[in-house]
């Protein structure tokens, strides 16, 4: 167990739709990243905050939003969900420049 | 632009074998490297780190600054080391991961 937690496992929804996902990193940990796993594009970064702020980008979509509260639990919002969504998304944190721990993941089905 | 390459999408051996997964990248200034270990699609977790130059589960891999090489060594394989094995440095300035397209290691008995 890394420490990291995502809600939910599984989230099934249908196209158009919009849905959340939530982690919350490892006690002390400042930074979070956000990571989309697909079949076709493998593993890629999409986001990181780090003390609640927006630190680093990826390839995300103008359609996915994420942010990081106070209490350095961070969402992904993911919104007019296409087909090509769906994926394993995890979640990552650290301290800012140590090793990241990552979360179980969130499995998405857009059907 | 910084790239890692795994070369081998499948890498099949026999238990007791030694294996070798390959992991080449491009980058500028002084990379930092991790594998990490997916197990049948769960967490990806941390197999090495370049920087600590430890041993976990038998496995060891040496940063070839010359080959631009991180190559994840085991000298013989288990049964429970079949998984996906991914490359990933650091990406200078941000800490993100750049991770490989991953070698999938299947060991047979």
């Known amino acids: 167990d890394s420490g990291v937690t995502q809600t939910p496992k599984h989230l099934i929804t249908a196209t158009g739709q919009r849905v959340t996902l939530r982690c919350s990193p490892r006690?002390?940990?400042?930074?979070v990243y956000w990571y989309q796993q697909s079949l076709d594009q493998g593993l890629q970064f999409l986001i990181q905050?780090?003390?609640?702020?927006?630190?680093a980008k990826g390839n995300i979509l103008e359609r996915f939003s994420a942010q990081q509260f106070p209490d350095l639990h961070s969402e992904l919002n993911l919104s007019s969900l296409e087909l090509g969504d769906s994926a394993l998304y995890f979640c990552?944190?650290?301290?800012?420049?140590?090793?990241?721990?990552f979360g179980p993941g969130t499995r998405l089905t857009v059907l | 632009a910084q790239r890692v390459t795994q070369p081998e999408k499948l890498l099949s051996v026999f238990k007791g074998a030694p294996v070798e997964l390959k992991c080449n990248y491009s980058?500028?200034?002084?990379?930092?490297l991790f594998w990490y270990v997916q197990y049948s699609r769960q967490r990806l977790q941390l197999l090495l780190r370049?920087?600590s130059r430890e041993s976990i589960k038998g496995f060891t891999a040496d940063l070839n600054k010359g080959e631009t090489s991180f190559h994840l060594k085991k000298p013989f394989a288990q049964e429970e080391d079949s998984a996906m094995y991914y490359c990933?440095?650091?990406?200078?300035?941000?800490?993100?991961?750049?991770f490989g397209a991953g070698t999938r290691l299947a060991v047979h008995p």
């Open positions: 006690s002390g940990d400042l930074s």
């Open positions: 370049h920087i």
């Open positions: 980058y500028s200034g002084s990379p930092e």
């Open positions: 990552a944190s650290s301290t800012l420049t140590d090793t990241q721990y």
């Open positions: 905050y780090y003390n609640g702020e927006e630190r």
């Open positions: 990933a440095p650091l990406s200078g300035g941000y800490n993100k991961l750049i």
